[in-house]
């Protein structure tokens, strides 16, 4: 009896060895359907929150270097999403000062990277309301509260960490110097970050949807030059972050929920049935109301900004069908709405009504290295046509941010796979400073980076105002480059 015990002890183990084997050869290589990666051998797996993000004072950073998910030959499509959400709530998780992580953690910083000074003893300086691009302005519908004539605007701050700080630094000093070629395969190290985050006035809301906003005091340049104290809202957030074997960064963004309708395409319009903060009741058709008139200095039609694409993923006109790109659908929508609602249902604070509007990035999966900062600059990182390496969202935009450049086509039938719009679009490998020639590099998609050398660079002016003629300069080389951007997708 003994022996027979000892042999189904033995058979119950060797089960189990080979059951755990199976799981663990599973999670690290991962299945394929439909082109998305999954570590799941259920085709029914859902893309899920984790349990230890909440509550949400006690989020802890995502695992981005060596033994996270990123450190493997294949990844799945699920965990940028994870990263991005886990991001985005260790960012804002409430510091006992009152303030969440971001605003006391991080630096804020010029487009140039300056330092911005704190300002009537707040920390957060907003001067900048300028978009990307045409420079549009983003102004609020004054409808949205009785009695208002005209709408407020959206400011913009920056913010960046020590990680990303000294590296730009570094890398602008070597090659400024010449000890680094402008033309290079140099990256960010793990762990960098930069932030963009959009802001309104909270007078600009509704009273009644006010607490819904996270607030904050910050001093705000008024058309005088002078700044004030004003209470903002917190409508959007641009987190773009660096993992291993991603050195292109996650680019992924963050609104507040409800602000425009999104773009009908099957019925070929955006309506709103109540006044929104971005979008007066009504419908509207065509891309009037999200195309920036650089004549007039507003958009074409007024009041009625609309979110072209849900998070970022593109329906063909007339139909409710995903468009066929480099990322395969519905699996990459379905598992963004899956971990939004996952979320949203965890959540107890004012982040709650916030939501994932998607993230981008490029398939390094197996490169070495060098392989991956070799594709950042000999591809064209922005295309989405089927087999390009990007993935994720896309025609990712952020309507507070991207307002005026969801698109660069005058008309909505013209939209295809061939000139859809993300992040890449703008942020590529080539630099926009046509005196040093076509230099290409890493570094270079981050804007940040690249206006920092060029006010860095060895001053062939004089010293009187050689900081404002270097930032127009950084402006104007900006315009430029992004006319061949619209150019080329038009």
Known sequence: MKKK?????????VVIAVGLWLFLFNRNTGIEKD????????????????????????????????????????????????????????????????????????????????RVNPQLGLKLVLSSYNQAGPEGVLVSNPKVNPGQSVGDTVFYSIHINNTFMDKAVLAAAYI????????????????????KVSWINTDAIAKEKRADYFTTKAAVKNKSGQYVIKTMALLGMHVVGLVKNHPEFIWATFEHKDMAPVYDWKNNNATAATEKL?????????????????????????????????????KVLGTDK?????????????????????????????????????????????????????TIVT???????????????????????????????????????????????????????????DGRSPLYLSHVFESYLVITKPKLLSKTNVKTNRIEETKTLKLKQFDEFVRDNK
């Open 379 to 437: 591809n064209k990182i922005s295309s989405v046509v089927p087999g390009a390496l990007a993935r994720g969202s896309s025609n990712l935009a952020n309507i507070t941010m991207e307002t005026y450049t969801q698109t660069f086509k005058d008309s909505i039938h013209e939209i295809n796979a061939g000139n859809l719009v993300n992040c890449f679009t703008c942020h590529q490998s080539k630099n926009f400073d046509k005196k040093r020639g």
């Open 176 to 195: 400024n110097s010449g000890k680094t070629p402008y033309s290079n395969l140099e990256t960010f190290p793990v762990g960098s970050l930069e932030l």
């Open 35 to 114: 082109g998305v990666f999954s570590t799941y051998t259920s085709t029914s797996a859902a893309c899920n929150c984790e349990e230890n993000w909440f509550p949400h004072e006690q989020t802890p950073p995502p695992a981005e270097g060596d033994g996270s998910p990123f450190d493997s030959k294949s990844t799945t499509n699920c965990i940028f999403h994870q990263w991005s959400w886990q991001k985005f709530l260790w960012l804002t998780k409430p510091l006992p000062s009152g303030n969440p992580l971001f605003l006391d953690s991080l630096t804020v910083v010029s487009p140039e990277m300056e």
């Open 278 to 314: 971005l979008y007066e009741k009504g419908k509207t058709s065509g891309l009037q109301a999200i195309t920036w008139d650089t004549i007039t200095k507003k958009p074409f039609t007024q009041n009625k900004a609309f979110v072209l694409y849900e998070y970022g993923v593109p």
């Open 5 to 13: 015990y000892v042999v189904i002890t033995l058979l119950l183990l």
């Open 322 to 374: 995903f468009m066929e790109t480099s990322q395969s659908e519905p699996a990459n929508f379905d598992n963004i709405d899956t971990i939004n609602k996952c979320v949203t249902g965890k959540l107890k604070d004012v982040f709650r009504n916030y939501f994932y509007n998607g993230s981008i990035w490029l398939d390094t999966d197996g490169l070495s290295p060098e392989q991956q900062a070799k």
